[in-house]
Structures are given as structure tokens and as C-alpha cells.
């Protein structure tokens, strides 16, 4: 892959990352193994990566909430951010 299709990779398997993190921990497998590949990710590395973001994409309504107390974040704050991640991972990739 060239220089700019590098980047968008490790920008996106890094947004991977924070959505395992904050409501989509069922993704934890496909991210790790995506962000193994850090030296030269290839067209195949690409097409996983774009395979995963998809399903993000399609199940974007399905996050995880945990509740701790009044003072929490709206749950439609996670969805929101969800939302808007993935509908970028429209026009970069």
C-alpha cells in the first residue's frame, strides 16, 4: 500500500481500537489482529480492515452500556460517535 493508504489504515484499525474500548468490546479479536500489521499493511491487511469496519457500520445501533450512576454520559453519545465513525469510514475508504 502507498503512504496514504497506510495512513487511513493505522487511522482507522486506531479508531477500531477506541470503539473496542468505549461500547464495542465484541470486536476486540478483529482489531488486535488488524493492528499487528504496523510495518507494510497489504491490500489483503486492507480488505480485512474494510470488512470489519462494514459490520461496524451495519450493527451501529448494537453498543454496549454500562450504567454507573445519574451523573453517566447519555447512551446516545456512544451511538452518535459510533455513527459518525463509521459513516466516515464511507468516504476514506
Known amino acids: ?3 496514504e493508504r ?3 489504515y493505522h487511522t ?3 479508531g477500531g481500537m477506541f ?3 468505549r461500547g464495542r468490546p465484541g470486536n476486540y479479536n478483529a482489531i488486535a489482529f488488524l493492528s499487528t500489521v504496523v510495518e507494510e499493511p497489504n491490500e489483503n491487511d486492507r ?3 474494510v470488512r470489519v469496519m462494514n459490520f ?3 450493527t451501529v445501533d448494537e453498543v454496549l452500556i454500562l450504567e454507573a450512576d445519574i451523573t453517566q454520559m447519555n447512551a446516545a ?3 452518535a460517535c459510533l455513527e459518525y465513525f463509521c459513516s466516515s ?3 476514506s475508504l
Open 77 to 79: 453519545d456512544d451511538s
Open 19 to 21: 470503539l473496542c474500548k
Open 47 to 49: 480488505s480485512k480492515l
Open 6 to 8: 497506510k495512513v487511513t
Open 1 to 3: 500500500m502507498g503512504g
Open 89 to 91: 469510514i464511507q468516504l
Open 12 to 14: 482507522f484499525t486506531k
Open 56 to 58: 461496524l457500520r451495519v
